[in-house]
């Protein structure tokens, strides 16, 4: 099994909203990363979880908050977001944090009104 | 300079043709190379990797690497309309995702 899923498949929130996106993998990957992904660009690296401990924050603004409950699961929380922010956010998780393999989820395109 | 410069097509060929898609890099350091495959609103999917210079085959691709010249090619032969989508090249100095970097990717259609 190498999937990865993320959920939901779409969300449309309001500036004023808060809201998660939710990710899970059950491939005893001890890696785990969100990415941005905005339209006809490559994905952009926002956080890294190694054993789940927080161990990249590409300087993301505060009103992203990832999450990692246990090694299967991520979360990223959502609140006051800018309508700039609305973009696809890919779920990967790797065998470890030195492992260059990342297996990528489906995304949750995210559109901020 | 971008890290990684990948021309971004669009790229439209007909079934059965071979498709080239390159990426060229600046930084020396560079040592594992991927490929990835994203169909349109679908996560990337990794397709190959290469350690180094050298050519890897996996059934109708082939991925090249040259270091000397720091280019890298995907190659795909016999193609096919399932394999129109967008090709990301990726790359990676030593392991660690903080050193994973994209290239804008080629979205490639191939016509019946």
């Known amino acids: 099994d190498t999937e990865v899923t993320q959920t939901p498949k779409h969300l449309v929130m309001g500036m004023t909203n808060k809201k998660s996106l939710k990710c899970e993998q059950h491939?005893?990957?001890?890696?785990m990363y969100w990415y941005k992904q905005k339209a006809k660009k490559p994905p952009e690296l926002m956080f890294v979880?190694?054993?789940?401990?927080?161990?990249i924050n590409e300087s993301v603004p505060s009103r992203f908050s990832p999450e990692c409950p246990n090694s299967s699961l991520l979360n990223l929380h959502l609140h006051a977001l800018q309508p700039e922010d609305s973009a696809l956010y890919l779920c990967?998780?790797?065998?470890?944090?030195?492992?260059?393999?990342?297996?990528f989820g489906p995304g949750t395109r995210l559109t901020v009104t | 300079q971008k890290e990684v410069e990948q021309d971004p097509g669009p790229l439209s060929v007909p079934e059965g043709a071979i498709v080239s898609l390159n990426c060229t890099y600046s930084?020396?350091?560079?040592?594992?190379f991927m490929w990835y495959r994203q169909y349109s609103r679908k996560g990337p999917e990794l397709l190959m990797y290469?350690?180094?210079?050298g050519n890897k085959e996996d059934g109708r691709f082939t991925a090249q690497v040259d270091k000397s010249s720091k280019y890298i090619s995907l190659f795909i032969r016999d193609s096919q309309p399932s394999d129109s989508a967008t090709y990301l090249c990726?790359?990676?100095?030593?392991?660690?995702?903080?050193?994973?970097?994209f290239g804008t990717g080629t979205r490639l259609t191939v016509i019946p």
């Open positions: 990967a998780s790797s065998q470890g944090p030195l492992s260059y393999e990342q297996y």
């Open positions: 491939m005893g990957h001890r890696a």
């Open positions: 979880y190694s054993y789940e401990k927080l161990s």
């Open positions: 930084n020396s350091a560079f040592q594992y």
């Open positions: 290469t350690y180094s210079s």
């Open positions: 990726a790359m990676i100095g030593q392991t660690g995702a903080n050193n994973l970097f």
